[in-house]
């Protein structure tokens, strides 16, 4: 792994500190009136998401870890399991559904992702902000039922339960923010 200095630090790089796999979110150099220059850091664990605050000596060397990001393209559930394909060399890698987290609520079928790899292991999944996914189920919407603001939970086709307003029926496509969860507009 290459060295680089922590005078050398930008958001979105990827260090290996004795405690695990970071990104950096957010850096700041501090040059005091008395004493040595720092930089003040905040790092986010690549594994487990939780965010530290860590103080680096200006000018110390730290490892970077090199990200191979790959574009993947979702086949088919294996079981429990996930198939991607690569898309510039089509070898096919399974995945758990632990490693994909959040993600695997919004895959279908021939959808892509963005997948960060430290060797073998899948660090980070990015999928689009939004995606257009069919209702499976949801109670029917009754006649003169029409407060404004109203929701009522629906079951997308990929088993994931969002609440939608109360005009939404079985069939439809709908529009939901991958971020929160959240429905957005009807399709």
Do not use: C, W
Not at 20 to 27: D, K, N, Y
């Amino acid at each position: 792994m290459p060295a680089i200095s922590t005078n050398d630090l930008k958001n979105g790089i990827s260090l290996l500190l004795d405690n695990g796999l970071f990104t950096v979110i957010e850096f700041q150099h501090v040059k005091p009136g008395k004493g040595g220059a720092f930089v003040r850091t905040k790092l986010r664990n690549l594994r487990n998401g939780n965010v530290i605050e860590k103080t680096f000596n200006a000018g110390i060397r730290v490892e970077q870890a090199i990200l191979d990001k790959r574009d993947m393209q979702f086949l088919y559930k294996d079981g429990d399991d996930f198939v991607f394909m690569d898309t510039e060399t089509y070898d096919q890698m399974t995945v758990a559904p632990v490693a994909l987290g959040d993600a695997a609520d919004y895959l279908i079928e021939s959808a892509t992702a963005v997948m960060a790899l430290f060797g073998d292991e899948i660090v980070s999944v990015e999928i689009p902000a939004s995606v257009e996914l069919s209702i499976a189920d949801t109670e029917p919407g009754l006649q003169g039922d029409r407060v404004s603001g109203a929701r009522k939970p629906a079951t997308l086709q990929t088993g994931k339960v969002i609440q939608v307003p109360l005009f939404v029926v079985i069939g439809d496509k709908v529009k939901v923010d991958t971020r929160s969860g959240d429905y957005i507009t009807r399709v």
